[in-house]
């Protein structure tokens, strides 16, 4: 009996073809109380070894309250590159919001040749709340 959810690639004729041919997944959970490192997703991009980052993508999964919950998701310079705070429904359970096709100026991905963080700002004064950031890659 096959497994309907068993994953197969098709056969490749030469096994350097089948490398890269795959999106990953990078994925970074943090709750109100994470700051520095914590609220750092780490994209180990090399000259040799490039990156596609194709799109981020953030899901609260306990809602976020005290003071005026507020989350920017940005590249370390720019807080709100991949996903302004004004994008995200930090109140509410579930909520997902995705970089790709939103107005920040870094929706449309990024080609990557040195190392990269996505990182996550939070307001102040919050008091409870948990989230996942999810960064959707290609390797070449």
Same mark, same amino acid.
């Given at each position: 009996m096959t497994n309907p959810f068993e994953l197969q690639r098709l056969a /490749?004729?030469?096994?350097?073809?089948?490398? !890269?041919m795959m999106t990953e997944f990078l994925k970074l959970d943090y709750d109100y109380l994470d700051t520095g490192a914590d609220l750092t997703l780490?994209? !180990?991009?090399?000259?040799?070894?490039?990156? #596609?980052l194709l799109n981020v #993508?953030?899901? #609260?999964?306990?809602? @976020?309250?005290?003071?005026?919950p507020a989350i920017d998701v $940005?590249? $370390?310079t720019t807080a709100d590159a991949y996903i302004a705070a004004a994008d995200i429904t930090e109140g509410t359970i579930g909520n997902i919001?995705?970089?790709? $096709?939103?107005?920040?100026?870094?929706? /449309? $991905?990024?080609? *990557?040749?040195? !190392?990269?963080?996505? /990182?996550?700002t939070l307001s102040?004064?919050?008091? /409870?709340?948990?989230?996942?950031? *999810?960064?959707?890659? @290609?390797? *070449?």
């Open positions: /490749t004729r030469d096994p350097a073809d089948g490398d !890269a780490p994209i !180990a991009a090399t000259a040799t070894n490039p990156i #596609v #993508v953030h899901i #609260v999964k306990v809602a @976020f309250t005290g003071g005026t $940005g590249d $370390g919001i995705q970089s790709r $096709g939103a107005g920040q100026a870094k929706a /449309t $991905g990024e080609y *990557l040749t040195a !190392a990269r963080a996505i /990182t996550v102040a004064d919050l008091a /409870t709340g948990t989230a996942v950031v *999810l960064a959707e890659i @290609f390797r *070449l």
